[in-house]
T-cell receptor, first 110, second 118 residues
């Protein structure tokens, strides 16, 4: 079983749509969770951390379900500029490197 | 510097040759990480350094791969006797803290070195 699994997509949505990405992780002891964004042929950049209580940053909402080992990212009112690959990232414990999922590709069209 | 700097940005090498990839982390960042990303694949962890501690080399795919970090700053990833399957983008990242603590933001990545072995 892969450590961090994501639906690769692609998700093709029109501008203004709401889209949700899911991610599962295998290590129940995982402590920290993130979503990174990676544009084509660019380096990954931190989008947001994911907290146990769920958190929101503008149009982006992240949620964590520790019991199900499941992380989600919701994007509301999609913009053309949201087109990118979204990487689910997990850290098992402080002092270890981040583990990246393979990413979910989003394409927003006008 | 302002960001993580990697050089060269592109490298084409012949199979069997050795290559060196350089990473200059953000000034003051104590942790440095190397990942690689093959076409259409996720990021694969290679190695990390934290201060003067022994590096975690658990992700290195073979003994042809090695890395060092001099003076707690610049790091060099060396691939000996390159093979075609080594072709990938090699990404370096640095952070203020070792791994991640609580909700502390994660890594800052460099723009990578695109390695092509022909």
């Amino acid at each position: 079983r892969k450590e961090v699994e994501q639906d690769p997509g692609p998700f093709n949505v029109p501008e203004g749509a709401t889209v949700a990405f899911n991610c599962t992780y295998s290590n129940s002891a995982s402590q920290s969770f993130f979503w990174y964004r990676q544009d084509c042929r660019k380096e990954p950049k931190l989008l947001m951390s994911v907290y146990s209580s769920g958190n929101e940053d503008g149009r982006f909402t992240a949620q964590l379900n520790r019991a199900s080992q499941y992380i989600s990212l919701l994007i509301r009112d999609s913009k053309l500029s949201d087109s990118a690959t979204y990487l689910c990232v997990v850290n098992y414990q402080a002092g270890t490197a981040l583990i990246f999922g393979k990413g979910t590709t989003l394409s927003v069209s006008s | 510097g302002a960001g993580v700097s990697q050089s060269p940005s592109n490298k084409v090498t012949e199979k069997g040759k050795d290559v060196e990839l350089r990473c200059d982390p953000i000034s003051g960042h104590t942790a440095l990480y190397w990942y690689r990303q093959s076409l259409g694949q996720g990021l694969e962890f290679l190695i990390y350094f934290q201060g003067n501690s022994a590096p975690d080399k658990s992700g290195l795919p073979s003994d042809r791969f090695s890395a060092e970090r001099t003076g707690g700053s610049v790091s060099t990833l060396t691939i000996q006797r390159t093979q075609q399957e080594d072709s990938a983008v090699y990404l370096c990242a640095s952070s203020l803290v070792f791994g991640v603590v609580g909700g502390v933001p994660g890594y800052t990545f460099g723009s990578g070195t695109r390695l092509t072995v022909v």
